[in-house]
């Protein structure tokens, strides 16, 4: 890993999702889900990259591709300079990626058991994921990543997911993946589940955590407005290709093609002061 090495690289990617599964006896494809995308985020562009498009368009896969969750057909994919896919090269192994690359999912009440109390999983991230104090003593780590999203340990300490709101899991998911200490967090719609009252809280939080911590994000939204409010670097996808690619400002104040204008007129005003 290196200092000026990109914060995430995606050269050429395809998926393209085969047809009939395991028992549909196709092995045909559908229509590419990724058509040879290509992007990066360097340290100087920023810390958040979105990634906006309609339903369908490849951004789920996109994200699980660089979580390592779906296998690409070809492409490459390395964070801060590490290879997480590459075509017949080394990559890391699984629990490097993990160090470097968290996810935050769509809905927060699946990414805690309700068998276990919340705490646990912040405990087993810091055994499995932390260096050789944290394992030894998790508690710093844990006290730290929970201050970081608002929360304190004694709130949440022998509690399950029931004594918490949908915003509130949210902010442990974050907790839990700052525990990693990762370069990047990948965010996929991780607000559309979440209370409208409490969505900007958590975009919020993101952009306080890129600035403060340092680590990246890829937000992964079909809402233009926050993705504006949010990215220093923002993607558009349509159809499994990358229509649009830079600085906020530059494309959503000349869009190069249709379908962002028409996304634009979806949206009544944009305002980059918006907060809470
Ligand atoms: N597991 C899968 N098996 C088959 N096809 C899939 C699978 N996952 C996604 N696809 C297809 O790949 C394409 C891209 O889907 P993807 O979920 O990446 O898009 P998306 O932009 O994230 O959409 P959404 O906002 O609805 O989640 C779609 O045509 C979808 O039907």
Request: hydrophobic residues 45%.
């Amino acid at each position: 890993m290196t200092g000026t090495a990109p914060l995430l690289e995606v050269r050429n990617l395809r998926k393209v999702y085969r047809r009939g599964g395991l028992f549909g006896g196709g092995s045909g494809g559908g229509p590419a889900a990724l058509d040879d995308v290509s992007l990066t985020l360097r340290p100087e562009d920023g810390k958040v990259l979105s990634i906006v498009g309609e339903s369908g368009s490849g951004k789920t896969t996109l994200a699980r591709i660089v979580l390592r969750l779906v296998t690409a057909d070809s492409g490459t994919v390395s964070v801060a300079g590490e290879p997480i896919m590459a075509q017949g090269g080394r990559t890391i192994d699984n629990r490097a990626l993990r160090k470097l690359v968290q996810p935050i999912f769509q809905n927060p009440f699946e990414a805690f058991s309700l068998q276990l109390p919340v705490e646990e999983y912040l405990f087993r991230t810091a055994i499995n994921l932390g260096d050789a104090a944290m394992r030894r003593d998790p508690r710093p780590a844990i006290d730290e990543a929970l201050a970081a999203v608002g929360l304190s340990y004694s709130r949440v300490a022998g509690k399950g997911i029931r004594a918490f709101s949908g915003g509130e899991l949210q902010r442990l998911s974050v907790a839990r993946a700052l525990i990693a200490r990762p370069r990047l967090i990948v965010a996929d719609e991780p607000v559309s589940m979440v209370d409208a009252s409490l969505r900007m809280t958590i975009v919020n939080l993101f952009k306080e955590l890129s600035q403060k911590l340092g680590v990246a994000f890829v937000y992964i939204t079909h809402d233009l407005s926050t993705a504006y409010y949010l990215s220093d670097v923002m993607a558009i996808m349509r159809q499994g290709a990358l229509v649009e690619f830079g600085r906020p400002e530059a494309i959503l104040q000349s869009p190069s093609n249709d379908y962002t204008r028409a996304l634009l007129d979806a949206i009544p005003t944009l305002d980059r002061r918006w907060s809470i």
